[in-house]
T-cell receptor, first 117, second 110 residues
């Protein structure tokens, strides 16, 4: 069973360009989470999605950032008009949906390292 | 979610057991204790989790005190590849957004 896949692993963009980060969850997982890690800092939650729904985007910057998880295909984190401060590692995690009181373990992908020149 | 407290760093000799403590004195009855680690900027790796009872898997053991206010992650025979930042996290059931603190930087020494 393949793990969480993210691509590209490294992405270089110039200021003002768009960055698209893709995440394919583990097989059978219907929940996707995106996190950002700035250099020398811990991971910070950005957004939680289920298929075709954004459940919690409380960690997303209000402008330029958007995320989707379509019925078919990977989840996409999109950053428009990138700035140097967007340079970071972006990690995706997925979990199954068991519901109820049991907790759903999140499994993380290898990350995409975005560098904005 | 309950806050956790971990030592900033620890050293462990290769081949010895690494015991990583975590305090979570405000944990509530339905919250789980999770451990992840991050090896040099790779994606966080799930290690183990538990609610009340001690747990063991192929990677580690988790010892939770009876009052659940603290726990210890045990790597029975640390190797150089276990050098990483270890995060202790408390999560309630169902949907959860994981909040990573600063963790414990474990250095395994040859």
């Amino acid at each position: 069973n393949a793990g969480v896949m993210q691509n590209p692993r490294h992405l270089v963009r110039r200021r003002g360009q768009e960055a698209r980060l893709r995440c394919s969850p583990m097989k059978g997982h219907s929940h996707v989470y995106w996190y950002r890690q700035l250099p020398e800092e811990g991971l910070k939650f950005m957004v939680y999605l289920q298929k075709e729904n954004i459940i919690d985007e409380s960690g997303m910057p209000k402008e330029r950032f958007s995320a989707e998880f379509p019925k078919e295909g990977p989840s996409i984190l999109r950053i428009q008009q990138v700035v140097r401060g967007d340079s970071a590692a972006y990690f995706c995690a997925s979990s199954p949906s068991r519901g109820g009181a049991s907790t759903d373990t999140q499994y993380f992908g290898p990350g995409t390292r975005l560098t904005v020149l | 979610d309950a806050k956790t407290t971990q030592p900033t760093s620890m050293d462990c000799a290769e081949g010895r057991a690494a015991n990583l403590p975590c305090n979570h004195s405000t944990i509530s009855g339905n919250e789980y204790v999770y451990w992840y680690r991050q090896i040099h900027s790779q994606g966080p790796q799930y290690i183990i989790h538990g609610l009340k009872n001690n747990e063991t898997n192929e990677m580690a053991s988790l010892i939770i005190t009876e009052d659940r206010k603290s726990s210890t992650l045990i790597l029975p025979h640390a190797t150089l590849r276990d050098t990483a930042v270890y995060y202790c996290i408390v999560l309630s059931g169902g949907y959860q957004k994981v909040t990573f603190g600063t963790g414990t930087k474990l250095q395994v020494i040859p």
